[in-house]
């Protein structure tokens, strides 16, 4: 018997990833499935992305990388965040990522521990909880209310801070439900943190530029006063359609940075070299498929959000950020788990349950709106038929 330690049993998953691969099952047998499952960009990474990467394998960019990226790039993430936030920062606080998620598992990883409490929202991103539990610290929900337009409440998230809290985790632009939190929110968080100076906070704004409505987003660098423990995560996923690329960055602040960069070199030495070169190509190019991207999202957002709200049983808030919608299903009768699942064995629509992103999450869906109107149409007629004709189970 292999003799592991607990702590692997304790790790969760992204159940998003389980449901793309059931849809997949489903559609290599002939079915018709719509997936509005997975998230991520239903666009191409834009062409001059994809020759900077292929020039800079054609020019022989095929080694190793320092471990924190190369120069380069971590000088046009610190351009690019001055450009749109009007923050400083050195590229020397700047380090490159195989993606965003890996940001998040080092910052939980150097954080908890036993004893101590990490604060995340509920529902948030699943991989949060998953790497609190992995590390023996204990998980608090942030609880992210539908009546609050799934923003954090400042009055909420200080409440829960106590002298156990190491960290903080913050996430606007959200995944799952969509929510921004306002500007004079986060002031407030921000204000109220000064009475915790040794809590850290992690700021996973990888959605950053996908916000609607007139709202701007408000990126946590621009708060000095908590600096010197602020973790940023983002990347180029979801922005540039490079999901499949995995590159990101972090901003860590001390000594995080060398922290990271050894884990690093502990574990992947480096990101793919001609990646890192496609992320210049990107923050430094042209923008314009970004801003086509952000505009299809938002035209297709209000027909998600129209749609939902016809559905019987269903109500929609309107999401004002990322590409995801986040109904209320509580009316329909059926627990949001099984209508999910059913919903894809029987109707062709992947769609997922509110309970795989949080315990707080039940009575809710999400759906990721990055898949062409014409699906989203024909999903929303199989779900309202779905919903008319199915008693819950
Ligand atoms: N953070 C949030 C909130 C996300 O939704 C995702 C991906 O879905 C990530 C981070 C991870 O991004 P990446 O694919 O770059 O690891």
């Not at 003799?3 to 992204?14: C, H, L, N, S, Y």
């Not at 809590?199 to 621009?222: F, K, N, R």
């Not at 027909?303 to 999401?319: D, E, I, M, Q, R």
Request: proline share 7%.
């Amino acid at each position: 018997m292999l003799r592991t330690i607990a702590a692997f049993d304790r790790i969760g998953e992204e159940n998003a990833f389980a449901v793309l691969a059931r849809a997949t099952h489903l559609a290599a047998q002939g079915r018709d499935i719509i997936n509005l499952g997975i998230g991520q960009p239903d666009f191409r990474t834009p062409e001059h992305i994809v020759e900077a990467a292929v020039k800079a394998l054609r020019d022989g960019h095929h080694g190793y990388t320092p471990a924190v990226g190369i120069l380069p790039l971590r000088e046009a993430v610190a351009a690019d965040l001055d450009k749109r936030f009007a923050v400083t920062v050195s590229p020397d606080e700047v380090m490159i990522m195989p993606g965003g998620k890996p940001t998040m598992f080092m910052s939980i990883l150097m954080l908890g521990e036993p004893g101590a409490d990490i604060l995340y929202p509920d529902p948030g991103f699943p991989i949060y909880r998953s790497m609190i539990e992995y590390t023996g610290a204990r998980p608090v929900p942030v609880p992210i209310r539908e009546e609050n337009g799934f923003a954090f409440s400042a009055e909420e998230t200080l409440s829960l801070i106590t002298r156990e809290t190491r960290l903080l985790i913050l996430n606007s632009p959200a995944n799952p439900t969509g929510g921004v939190t306002p500007k004079a929110e986060v002031d407030k968080l921000v204000a109220g943190l000064a009475r915790w100076p040794d809590v850290a906070v992690m700021s996973d704004e990888i959605y950053d530029q996908m916000v609607y409505d007139g709202e701007t987003h408000v990126c946590l660098l621009s708060y000095p006063e908590i600096r010197d423990r602020l973790i940023l995560l983002n990347g180029w996923s979801k922005t540039y359609a490079m999901t499949g690329w995995r590159l990101g960055y972090a901003i860590w602040p001390g000594k995080l940075h060398d922290y990271a960069r050894k884990l690093a070199v502990n574990l992947y030495s480096c990101v793919n070299a001609s990646a890192q070169y496609a992320g210049i190509a990107a923050l430094t190019g042209p923008q314009d498929a970004v801003d086509a991207m952000v505009a299809e999202f938002d035209r297709r957002r209000k027909v998600v959000v129209a749609g939902l709200n016809k559905l019987p049983g269903v109500s929609c808030a309107t999401p004002k950020g990322a590409f995801y919608a986040f109904p209320n299903v509580s009316r329909t009768g059926w627990p949001a788990k099984p209508l999910a699942s059913s919903l894809l064995d029987d109707a062709g629509v992947a769609i997922i349950g509110g309970p795989d992103f949080g315990v707080l999450a039940e009575g809710y869906v999400r759906l990721s709106y990055a898949n062409s109107t014409e699906n989203i149409l024909k999903a929303l007629d199989r779900m309202g038929e779905f919903l008319s004709t199915r008693k819950a189970i």
